[in-house]
């Protein structure tokens, strides 16, 4: 009877055991998510991998671990930490193909396997532009993910994955549509949407991230209320996260709401004093130099820009900093300092980095002539634009359209276009679309762009009035345009939102 007994003890107690050492290895997860999310990177490295040691053969610790450098590589593009990141993640597929082979229905291996391809893919397309790479990974990651919801769809943590692919895939420009004949998938972003839900409202590991990547696609789809409601949940669970008030700020920049903007970043370097990482620091002061610009403050624009540039690496995009911060200055009568920022202009970014490209001919447009009175009062009415003072950006449109005896069609289309987005955002569409038709039959030699913008812009409008037939014709003829200007690889990806916001409020 003894020897019965004790074999039943040891297998009562092993079980025992190794339900402890979940609840540890959980319990550690989710405090290092947390710091994680709070931009304490150190913190959270140190739970992973007392994971790892706890549970050597539990994929939780490792996958964990390799996002913190994931992260780190995200927001900074940072090459050490991107090479760290793709050796931890070799190696968790290694594992948990090993864990496969022997059993194909072990969905925790297959959840971290496809988990890492996934988020793996957008880190190797973000830093490296391997669309090939990045191609083979989501599909593999997809591949793994959909095993798992298949076996056991309550495995909520794997929908994040799932609809961060199919609301991605479903978004692919034109130019690089013939992936998604490798991919085998075109996606559906609905269905992704769903699944993002899923992972946020049930996921154990995954509710905070979909809910940011839920922020991001409501702000994207101009549904703002949405985009507020899930930043506020993010807030409420993370209050002493810098990087969540960051999110915040940004979001309530895109909607006219500077002051309150300014007011989340501020928070957003006070929460990160002792914490000290250098990405808020350099994000938010950012944001503050570009809220001041658009306040007309452009002394603070300054302030601010310098205090950015003390953080700056060889990575970043700057091109655009350079401009607003010499724009401030010259503005300020200060052109000899401003030469200095615009002189500093980098040529050495992607070649798919549009916004860097369009800054660079700017910064070589003011480094070949100063500013003019004109020109300060078109940066005066767009920034007035931009923060909702609409009726001011009008009489300053005016203001311009009197002084330009001799109309200058680079000019012309900058004023025309202002003063249509003005009525677009006052939802006054045919006096929006009556303006943005005056670009249509002129020439700028510089401002190139503001043409097939402009039959965008109308297209926009023509949707908002319930008109999509007539729509596409002009987004058709928006990219029908053949020669090039600046933003011309966009234009597709931002037909394609527009068609689909339009799709889901009708």
């Known amino acids: 009877m003894k020897r019965i007994f004790i074999p039943i003890l040891l297998f009562a107690l092993l079980k025992v055991s190794a339900a402890q050492d979940f609840n540890q290895v959980h319990t550690l997860i989710s405090d290092g998510i947390a710091a994680t999310y709070n931009i304490d990177f150190n913190s959270a490295l140190s739970k992973f991998q007392q994971a790892k040691n706890i549970a050597p053969n539990d994929p939780r610790g490792p996958f964990f671990e390799s996002t913190v450098y994931f992260w780190k590589a995200m927001l900074t593009k940072n090459k050490t930490d991107y090479e760290t990141y793709l050796n931890l993640s070799d190696k ?22 496809g988990w890492t391809y996934t988020i793996r893919a957008f880190l190797v397309y973000t830093v490296d532009k391997n669309v090939l790479k990045a191609a083979s990974d989501i599909k593999d990651g997809n591949k793994a993910l959909t ?26 420009p034109r130019k690089l549509q013939w992936l998604t004949s490798i991919l085998g998938y075109s996606g559906n972003r609905e269905e992704g949407k769903r699944q993002l839900e899923t992972a946020a409202s049930k996921g154990t590991y995954t509710s905070t991230e979909a809910k940011f990547y839920l922020t991001l696609l409501s702000w994207r789809e101009e549904n ?34 500077t002051q309150e903007s300014i007011e989340a970043y501020e928070k957003s370097i006070e929460l990160n004093k002792g914490k000290e990482a250098d990405i808020v620091y350099k994000s938010s002061y950012g944001a503050l130099s570009t809220a001041y610009f658009r306040l007309n403050d452009f002394e603070k624009a300054v302030e601010y820009g310098k205090k950015f540039m003390q953080y700056i690496s060889k990575d970043d995009r700057l091109n655009n900093r350079l401009y607003s911060i010499g724009a401030s200055l010259e503005l300020l009568g200060k052109r ?28 070589n447009i003011r480094i070949s002539r100063p500013l003019t009175y004109v020109d300060s009062l078109l940066i005066t009415a767009d920034n007035n634009r931009s923060i909702g003072k609409y009726e001011e950006a009008l009489d300053d449109y005016r203001k311009i359209n009197e002084l330009d005896q001799m109309p200058n069609e680079d000019v ?10 003005v009525y677009y955002r ?81």
């Open 336 to 363: 000899n300092e401003a030469m200095e920022f615009y002189n500093q202009k980098r040529t050495d970014f992607p070649e798919d980095n549009e916004w860097e490209k369009y800054h660079l001919r700017r910064l």
């Open 147 to 172: 095993f798992v919801v298949e076996k056991n769809p309550n495995y909520y943590d794997a929908y994040l994955g799932l609809g961060v692919y199919n609301y991605m895939i479903s978004m692919i």
């Open 412 to 421: 012309t289309v900058q004023v025309n276009h202002g003063v249509g987005q």
């Open 224 to 257: 703002f209320t949405a985009a507020e409601g899930y930043a506020h949940q993010l807030t409420g669970t993370y209050p002493e996260s810098p990087a969540i008030w960051m999110l915040w700020g940004l979001l309530l920049s895109q909607q006219d709401k």
């Open 92 to 113: 968790i597929i290694e594992k948990c193909s090993e864990t496969i082979d022997k059993n194909e229905n072990d969905l925790d291996a297959q959840m971290y396997m």
């Open 426 to 506: 006052q939802k006054d569409y045919n006096k929006a679309i009556e303006s943005f038709k005056r670009n249509l039959n002129l020439h700028p030699a510089e401002e190139k762009w503001l043409v097939p913008e402009a039959y965008f812009q109308i297209g926009r409008c023509l949707l908002k009035m319930g008109k999509i037939a007539e729509a596409k014709e002009y987004f058709d003829k928006a990219e029908d345009i053949d020669y090039d200007y600046d933003f011309k690889d966009s234009m597709d990806g931002k037909i394609k939102n527009e068609l689909a916001k339009s799709e889901i409020k009708n």
